[in-house]
């Protein structure tokens, strides 16, 4: 997928968002994930031809792998892209009820200079959830539904 489909499917994704009535997750919306093919590989190369689910930003700097059940109470590996070397602060938050934060375990991005940066990130409690992220300029922000674990 060319980039600027990409960005024709976030725009009308978030049109989307927008538009959307609430239902049973009262005001919130989630963030809906853009099949696409990501920026690179994880070792700076031509990505794979496979298209896969992922949250991106508008600018497309900032990429989060969807292809995943999102569920309480387990560590979920999580691929993001970011701007080659930069620094990834990740942060969540419950939106629904008082929840502890989420758990965040990512790496300096020193020891992959390149765009790929793996994670581990750990949501204490089931509920919608807020998920940011910030790599210099560069902003990102879902709304995700979280399952209690089994």
């Excluded at 538009?19 to 963030?31: E, F, N």
């Excluded at 930003?57 to 560590?75: H, S």
């Amino acid at each position: 997928m060319e980039k600027r489909q990409v960005r024709q499917c976030l725009a009308c994704a978030m049109l989307l968002c927008m538009l959307s009535p609430a239902d049973a997750r009262g005001p919130y919306t989630l963030t809906p994930t853009v099949k696409a093919i990501p920026p690179e590989n994880t070792e700076g190369g031509s990505p794979a031809p496979r298209a896969e689910r992922w949250y991106v930003n508008p600018k497309q700097t900032i990429w989060m792998y969807g292809e995943l059940p999102w569920v309480a109470d387990r560590p979920l590996k999580i691929a993001w892209f970011r701007p080659a070397g930069a620094e990834l602060r990740v942060t969540g938050q419950r939106l629904d009820a008082s929840a502890a934060p989420l758990g965040v375990e990512i790496g300096s991005g020193r020891e992959y200079k390149h765009r790929f940066l793996p994670s581990q990130l750990r949501f204490p409690a089931p509920g919608i959830w807020e998920i940011k992220a910030r790599s210099g300029d560069h902003q990102f922000r879902v709304l995700v539904e979280v399952a209690a674990g089994k």
